[in-house]
């Protein structure tokens, strides 16, 4: 079977995608050098390997509902699945570059998601896992899996991450709700002629500061004690 080698030699923000996307730039390489490929339908699977890297005491907090507090990540720092993608590459001999296009989320009920926005800086560390079918031969062509135990780590800029984020939500967060909670909401923007979904939020965050009950008054010296309303051990 023909031996191939992938390495990751780096990654971008999309800027022309409809939605968040990030391309990994992907270098092929084949055992031996004169090795003729016809094409390669190749099936990658992408993870995060959080205990790959060390994290910050702001980071340790918002990454606290994936892995729980520090004190536990001994055993809850597992890898997180973040993408499996498909990609046809094209004919080459002995080695070549192919683009891995990767589309990605905002949702922050995604684990990959949760993870990339807690970071504050430095690298995501990756690993990438390969599967396929390669179309090879010389003369005429046979059809080869690619093995199961193909694999390339890499490190991701978490500033490549902000940038793709930054072209779609720009200065922005974005929140899934279900369909019935949105109509409310929608309900609630019409009724009250409210210009954007910001000023809609804001007013009910600001309704709710104002339906506060007041916090009692606290006891002063000498007064009565409060009236114990529950019973106690005799």
């Known amino acids: ?16 995608a409809a939605g ?26 992408i993870r995060v390997e959080p205990a790959r890297r060390g994290y910050g005491p702001a980071e340790a907090e918002g990454l606290a509902d ?11 720092l597992q890898p997180v699945q973040f993408a499996h993608v498909t990609a046809m590459v094209p004919s080459f001999t002995g080695e070549t570059e192919t683009d891995l296009v990767v589309p990605c989320t905002y949702d922050m009920d995604i684990a990959a998601s949760r993870y990339f926005s807690a970071l504050e800086d430095g690298e995501a560390p990756l690993l990438m896992l390969f599967s396929g079918t390669a179309f090879t031969g010389a003369g ?13 780590a890499y490190r991701m800029p978490v500033a490549v991450w902000r940038e793709m984020v930054e072209q ?12 019935d ?26 309704a709710a500061v104002v339906a506060q009950p007041p916090q009692p008054a606290p006891a002063r010296l000498g007064g009565a004690a409060p009236r114990v309303t529950e019973r106690t051990a005799p």
Do not use: N
């Open 181 to 206: 909670t949105m109509a409310d909401l929608l309900a609630f923007r019409s009724r009250h002629a409210l210009a954007s979904w910001e000023a809609t939020v804001r007013a009910l965050l600001d």
């Open 140 to 152: 005429g062509f046979r059809v080869e899996p690619v093995p199961w135990d193909r694999e390339a």
């Open 66 to 76: 994936l892995f729980g507090e520090r004190s536990r990540w001994g055993t809850t």
């Open 20 to 45: 968040p996307t990030l391309v990994f730039r992907l270098r092929i390489t084949t055992a031996d050098p004169q090795a003729r490929v016809h094409a390669l339908a190749l099936r990658c699977q």
């Open 1 to 16: 079977m023909t031996e191939f080698t992938f390495t990751c030699t780096g990654v971008r923000a999309d800027a022309y």
């Open 168 to 179: 779609h939500f720009p200065g922005c967060g974005w929140l899934k709700l279900p369909r």
